[in-house]
């Protein structure tokens, strides 16, 4: 089967920028977003992700409140072609401390990997 013949979760984007483009798709508490809006948001989202160096197959940690930023999120992870990796923010502290120092490290490898670059 082709590529142009696969489902993708953001096939949504191109549906809510032109059919809902003036249509509040998204309100969370006084924010309200318009299909436009929304798209617009989870493209600069994937435009930063890019920029930052993640890419197809690169998983992407996440732990927020369910709410539209997190859902754009979710989306431009999913645009740039990662995997995005929910963390349960109710996980008991001695498993989020673990956690924590863990991408903390995944954080800091690739944050001297970038500035080497950079020099």
């Not at 120092?101 to 001297?112: A, E, K, N, Q, W």
Request: with cysteine; glycine share 8%; hydrophobic share 50%.
């Amino acid at each position: 089967m082709a590529n142009y013949s696969e489902g993708h979760i953001c096939q949504c984007l191109r549906r809510l920028a032109t059919v809902r483009r003036n249509a509040v798709v998204t309100i969370s508490g006084d924010r309200r977003k318009t299909g436009e809006q929304f798209v617009e948001d989870v493209l600069c989202l994937a435009f930063g992700l890019l920029e930052l160096g993640i890419g197809a197959g690169d998983v992407v940690a996440i732990s927020a409140l369910n709410s539209d930023l997190y859902l754009e999120w979710l989306l431009a992870i999913a645009f740039v072609g990662g995997i995005a990796a929910p963390l349960n923010y109710r996980w008991v502290s001695t498993i989020s401390l673990i956690l924590f120092i863990y991408l903390l490290c995944l954080f800091l490898s690739f944050l001297f990997t970038i500035l080497k670059k950079l020099k």
